[in-house]
């Protein structure tokens, strides 16, 4: 027993010398403290945790189901507003029934998605993941919005834009910008497309 006290002693005075001869474990690699490096491994650092309000689910999934009829209004308002200035005299009456009330429609919506999709972001803004792609979302809709409002705006009066070439053709540009800007909005919040 006294030998094996003195052979452990013999392997700790000696483990710290790196000349040392004697087999064993080296106790520098199990050192902690000032002066001694830490074991090279590699961390991941952890995501912050973020817990959104139940407002938020509901304001989203308003947001997307008001979404999904952006598209199919979008081609019923071109198709209507086609029909009226290629066909101003013989257009069909349905395309003057309803070009207005799908334009209110879409105004409606985008009312809608601006609220909802605002506060939402604004709910996430400190949330650094994917948040400049949500932004970059949120001005295109903007743009949109305000060019939306231009759109109607240039509509003025029914009777003045049925004689005025140039207003219609600059209503039309304005709508179908409009349109094309907030497509690409859009889409990029898609699945395959969406960086967040």
């Known amino acids: 027993m006294v030998a094996g006290a003195f052979l452990a002693l013999l392997v700790a005075a000696g483990a710290g010398d790196p000349d040392s001869t004697i087999a064993g474990p080296r ?17 991941r650092v952890r995501k912050k945790a973020f817990q959104l309000s ?32 290629n066909d101003r005299a013989n257009a069909p009456q349905w395309a003057v029934d309803y070009h207005g009330t799908i334009a209110g429609i879409i105004g409606g919506l985008f009312a ?15 949330q650094t993941e994917g948040r400049a792609w949500r932004t970059t979302h949120s001005v295109l809709m903007l743009l949109a919005d305000a060019g ?11 009777e003045q834009i049925q004689n005025n070439g140039d207003q219609r053709k600059q ?18 919040m898609l699945k395959p497309f969406r960086r967040d």
């Open 171 to 188: 209503h039309r540009a304005v709508a179908v910008g409009s349109m094309s800007v907030a497509t690409l909005s859009y889409v990029m």
């Open 54 to 85: 139940e407002a938020y689910g509901t304001r989203l999934k308003i947001h997307k189901y008001a979404s999904y009829a952006t598209l199919p209004l979008f081609v019923a308002e071109f198709i209507a507003g086609d029909k009226l200035l």
């Open 112 to 126: 809608v998605n601006t609220v909802t999709g605002g506060l939402n972001w604004w709910e996430t803004r400190s």
């Open 148 to 158: 939306f409002v231009a759109t109607g705006m240039l509509a003025g009066d029914s």
């Open 27 to 43: 106790i520098d690699a199990l050192r902690v403290g000032a002066g001694v490096e830490a074991p090279d491994t590699t961390t």
